[in-house]
């Protein structure tokens, strides 16, 4: 898979789907939820989690049809600053959870404009009707 394919794309990041070699075996995104600052509202880094517990877990959720996982990617030095995904997407009542993790190297307004980008997505494309986080 071509890491740099995109599938949102926005001014400052674009969103694919994850490369879980190359972003989570030999990437930092297992260290974001060890990472004390990175979860501070979030309900993981509850317990330690090392590469190959995240790769299980994404590789778990990418397989679930009711979940869409993306990666984001700052556009501008290409690298992936965060996760962001719909899970439990539930299509008989046209709703989903919405959740994201951004590292802490990111471009000012980066975070929000993922989380548009998956919501426009989430509305026009996936005709849900409602997204909670």
């Given at each position: 898979?071509?890491?740099?394919?995109?599938?949102?794309?926005?001014?400052l990041?674009?969103?694919?789907?994850?490369?879980?070699?190359?972003?989570?075996?030999?990437?930092?995104?297992?260290?974001w939820?060890?990472?004390?600052?990175?979860?501070?509202?979030?309900?993981?880094?509850?317990?330690?989690?090392?590469?190959?517990?995240?790769?299980?877990?994404?590789?778990?959720?990418?397989?679930?049809?009711?979940?869409?996982?993306?990666?984001?990617?700052?556009?501008?030095?290409?690298s992936?600053?965060?996760?962001?995904?719909?899970?439990?997407?539930?299509?008989?009542?046209?709703?989903?959870?919405?959740?994201?993790?951004?590292?802490?190297?990111?471009?000012?307004?980066?975070?929000?404009?993922?989380?548009?980008?998956?919501a426009?997505?989430?509305?026009?494309?996936?005709?849900l009707e409602?997204?909670?986080?």
């Open positions: 898979m071509n890491a740099n394919e995109k599938f949102l794309e926005g001014r990041v674009f969103l694919r789907k994850p490369d879980v070699q190359a972003d989570v075996l030999e990437g930092e995104w297992h260290s939820f060890n990472d004390p600052r990175v979860t501070r509202y979030l309900i993981h880094g509850v317990f330690p989690v090392s590469r190959d517990d995240e790769a299980a877990v994404i590789r778990r959720d990418m397989s679930n049809p009711g979940n869409l996982i993306l990666a984001v990617v700052d556009k501008e030095s290409g992936q600053i965060g996760v962001i995904s719909l899970k439990n997407i539930d299509w008989i009542n046209r709703c989903a959870e919405i959740g994201m993790v951004i590292g802490r190297k990111r471009p000012a307004g980066s975070a929000l404009e993922a989380m548009a980008l998956l426009k997505h989430a509305f026009d494309r996936l005709n409602r997204i909670y986080g």
